[in-house]
C-alpha cells in the first residue's frame, strides 16, 4: 500500500501507517512528497501539494519515524525522487533513512548509470534495498538488468503512464506473463492502476502482489484524524 508522507494532515504519516498494519497491508510505500512527481498523476500529485503546504518536508520526515520500529514491524520504502533526496545530500538521507528503520527505496528517476557508478555503493553502504521499475516497453535484456540490480523486488509499471489511470490489466497480460517466463531473480509486484477488488485480485494473478496508491489516496482524502483507522481499513477490506 502507497501514502503520502504528510497527507492529509502533517501527522497524519504514522497513523496512517499504523492503520495500514492493522488493517492486514503487506508492505507500505510511502512517498516523500515534491512538486512535481512525474510518474504520478493528478491525485497523488495533489496529495504531494497537500503534503507540502501542510509543512512536510524531509527533515521533518524523519523525524516522524524517529520511533516508528516501536509499533511497526511490515517493510517500509520511501518513494520519491531525486531532486529533494540530493537537496538533502544523498549519503545523509541514506544514512537517516536506516537510522530510522527504513528497509528501501525506491527513486524512479535514478538512472542505471548514475545507480551503478555513484549511488548504489552508498545504499548499499547503509544497507538498504532499491528497487528499479520496468514497463511494457522495457527491453527483455534491460529488464533482467534491472531485476539484477534490484533487491527486495522489482517494480512492474502496469502500462507506460502515470498513476491512476483505468486502464484494464488485461490488456497488459502478454507483458505480465512475459515477465513471469523469464523467472527473474525478485518477486514482482504491479504496481499503477491498481483500484479495486477486481484489479487486486487480477494483478496478483499475474504477479507476487499488487500496489495501490491513488484509489487510497482518493479514500482519504479529507479525512479527520480520528476518521483515518476506519476509511484505511474499510478500504483494506474491500479488496478482500
Do not use: W
Not at 537517516?96 to 542505471?112: H, K, N, S, T, W
Amino acid at each position: 500500500m502507497y501514502c503520502t508522507a504528510g497527507f492529509p494532515a502533517l501527522n497524519s504519516t504514522l497513523p496512517v501507517m499504523k492503520a495500514f498494519q492493522q488493517s492486514g497491508a503487506d508492505m507500505i510505500e510511502l512517498g516523500m512528497p515534491y512538486s512535481d512527481p512525474l510518474a504520478d498523476g493528478p491525485v497523488i500529485q495533489a496529495s504531494n501539494t497537500v503534503a507540502l503546504e501542510n509543512g512536510m518536508t524531509l527533515a521533518t520526515l524523519f523525524q516522524q519515524l524517529r520511533d516508528f520500529r516501536n509499533s511497526i514491524h511490515l517493510p517500509v520504502l520511501l518513494m520519491g525522487y531525486m531532486n529533494p533526496v540530493l537537496q538533502y545530500g544523498f549519503e545523509n538521507f541514506c544514512r537517516d533513512a536506516a537510522a530510522a528503520g527504513v528497509d528501501g527505496l525506491i527513486l524512479p528517476d535514478l538512472p542505471i548509470h548514475e545507480f551503478e557508478k555513484e549511488y548504489g555503493p552508498l545504499i548499499r553502504k547503509y544497507k538498504l534495498d532499491f528497487v528499479f521499475l520496468v514497463t511494457p516497453e522495457t527491453s527483455a535484456e534491460r529488464i533482467r538488468k534491472l531485476d539484477e540490480l534490484s533487491t527486495g523486488f522489482l517494480y512492474a509499471v502496469s502500462s507506460s503512464s502515470t498513476t491512476g489511470t483505468n486502464k484494464n490489466l488485461s490488456d497488459q497480460a502478454q507483458y505480465f506473463s512475459r515477465l513471469k517466463s523469464m523467472n527473474l531473480r525478485n518477486p514482482v509486484l504491479i504496481g499503477f492502476g491498481i483500484r479495486d477488488k477486481k484489479s487486486f485480485s487480477e494483478a496478483c494473478s499475474y504477479a507476487n502482489g499488487a500496489i495501490i496508491a491513488t484509489a487510497f489516496i482518493k479514500a482519504l482524502e479529507g479525512a479527520q484524524p480520528e476518521e483515518i483507522e476506519t476509511r484505511t481499513k474499510n478500504f483494506l477490506n474491500s479488496l478482500n
